[in-house]
């Protein structure tokens, strides 16, 4: 499966923007799928997953409450609502998918697949 994120872009502070990412190749079904991002100087971090079954969503604790992970198997796409936009959340934002196990769901590590990035800059 191969990953094509997009949606990114320059947004004021307290504004929304939301984040596709699309799979071809294969479906992304049965993979765990969720964000990361990556803002310069460090490290990639979590933002949000599903896990593999797709029953059960996965939050930083940064992000609980402003962003909504969700997905559309049919299109084969997942998406990243994000509200309430703070400067800090300026990074690359990548969506990736894998089979880590429930409990590393949130390390990067678990994810073998990577779309290419797309770059979010929220202006204070």
């Known amino acids: 499966v191969q990953l094509q994120a997009s949606g990114g872009g320059l947004v004021q502070a307290g504004g929304p923007l939301r984040l596709s990412c699309a799979a071809s190749?294969?479906?992304?079904?049965?993979?765990?799928v969720g964000w990361f991002r990556q803002a310069p100087g460090k490290e990639r971090e979590f933002v949000a997953a599903?896990?593999?079954?797709?029953?059960?969503?996965y939050y930083a604790d940064s992000v609980k409450g402003r962003f909504t992970i969700s997905r559309d198997n049919a299109k084969n796409t997942l998406y990243l609502q994000m509200n309430s936009l703070k400067p800090e959340d300026t990074a690359v934002y990548y969506c990736g998918a894998g089979r880590p196990i429930l409990s590393s769901i949130r390390s990067s590590l678990g994810y073998r697949i990577w779309g290419q990035g797309t770059q979010v800059t929220v202006s204070s």
């Open positions: 190749g294969r479906t992304f079904s049965s993979y765990a």
């Open positions: 599903f896990s593999r079954s797709g029953g059960s969503t």
